[in-house]
């Protein structure tokens, strides 16, 4: 892995990240948490917005550089 491919690969993947990010943040995320809030008042238990959204981070910011870090080199050496 002497090339920069997989670093490029890292980058370009953890920009997309941010921006899947700031989409579930925006969209998403108002609509987990009025669905949490409607079953509180029913009585059904459901998973937290916040621990989802905490699983999307990670998903975004941890596990999508890795892949690019991986696959950089097969995606932008041909």
């Known amino acids: 892995m002497n090339s920069g ?39 059904r238990q459901t998973m937290a917005p916040s621990r989802i959204m905490l699983v999307m981070r990670l998903v975004n910011f941890v596990l999508l550089p890795a892949v690019g870090l991986l696959a950089g080199e097969a995606i932008f050496k041909r």
């Not at 370009?12 to 509180?40: N, T």
């Open 5 to 43: 491919y997989g670093l490029l690969g890292a980058f370009v993947f953890l920009v997309a990240g941010v921006i899947l990010q700031a989409l579930l943040q925006q969209f998403v995320y108002p609509r987990l948490s009025e669905y949490h809030e409607r079953a509180k008042a029913a009585g």
